[in-house]
């Protein structure tokens, strides 16, 4: 419908942020969606992000419990359904990949599985996360190692020895490195790769730019987004902005991620002249741009021990 808006249908860009990154991501291997876009962006989340989909089967299964502990008969209709409180069905737990279902229609294979085989969509990616990723006001866990070990099994030695105190204030506590490597930054790493791999365009960054007044908390979820979009003012109420007062150094870099944003949606690439150059993603020196205070810097190798382990994690599990 693109074209009623003075668009054209065989240049679509989607892109989204946390669960919309993830979902913009798994629709790359939808074959429903084939050919309805034809660009990606995502911020901030993966088809291997918060763990493995669910299959029809328990999927339903699933459901039942949920309508179960609904007071609802196990073959309650619809409309039964409907009628239970809006306050009782937003209390339910989304289910893991927040929600996505191998349901051999929408997603007949895992996301995942097309990535590592290159068999996703062959369109230009542009990825990244970043440099801390928690969300204000939401707890870390008492005991991180018996997490690493429920998360990394035989490799959990391993992934502990990365996740001390020491790290600066970039990248915060070891929960926080664990939380933005597992869930955000290296899963981008792996999801890119594949795609490079595959020989399609992919190109990542890291968001690592603190605006004063938010120094505490440092680079947090979503914190790129008024970046992204140019609304400094409409979201300095927001919890993921408040506190925030941003300057003419923050200006100058949304100024430059908008138009990064704007000319891949364009033409598959970021880059423009007067911009500093975004290198594609190389797989062995896995180049990307990070946004720092002084602005866009192409780096490469981002948290490569960390990400060489969590890639190994991930085939281990996939291999399973």
């Known amino acids: 419908n693109i074209a009623q808006f003075g668009g054209d249908p065989s240049g679509v860009t989607i892109f989204g942020e946390s669960a919309g990154s993830l979902d913009v991501s798994v629709l790359m291997t939808s074959p429903l969606a084939k050919g309805l876009f034809h660009r990606v962006i995502g911020e901030s989340g993966t088809a291997i992000s918060f763990g493995d989909p669910l299959s029809l089967l328990q999927s339903e299964d699933r459901g039942k419990a949920l309508v179960a502990g609904w007071k609802l008969a196990t073959n309650a209709s619809l409309k039964d359904m409907r009628s239970v409180p809006t306050a009782v069905v937003a209390g339910a737990a989304i ?57 990394y099994g035989p490799l959990a030695g391993r992934a502990k020895a990365l996740y001390v105190d020491g790290s600066g204030p970039l990248l915060g506590s070891p929960y926080e490195q664990w939380r933005a490597d597992t869930q955000f930054r290296c899963a981008a790493v792996a999801q890119l790769a594949w795609h490079a791999t595959a020989g399609h365009p992919a190109f990542q960054f890291e968001f690592a730019r603190v605006p004063p007044g938010r120094e505490a908390l ?32 923050d200006q100058s870099i949304s100024n430059a991620i908008q138009r990064y944003w704007t000319n891949f949606a364009k033409t598959g690439d970021p880059n423009e002249a007067g911009l500093p150059i975004w290198p594609k993603f190389e797989t062995d020196k896995r180049t990307y741009v990070q946004f720092t205070d002084a602005g866009p810097v192409a780096k490469v190798g981002l948290r490569r021990p960390q990400c060489d382990l969590f890639i190994e994690n991930v085939r281990r599990q996939m291999a399973r």
């Open 218 to 249: 440092g680079v947090t979820h979503a914190l790129e987004i008024p970046y992204v979009f140019g609304t400094f003012d409409k979201d300095k109420e927001s919890v993921f902005f408040r506190g925030a007062k941003p300057n003419s150094t």
């Open 95 to 151: 289910g893991p990949n927040l929600g996505i279902v191998v349901d051999g229609y929408v997603f007949p294979k895992k996301p995942a599985d097309v990535f590592s085989s290159g068999q996703e969509f062959a369109i230009p990616l542009l990825l990244g996360s970043n440099a801390r990723e928690v969300i204000p006001g939401i707890p870390a866990p008492s005991d991180l190692p018996s997490v690493i070990d429920g998360a």
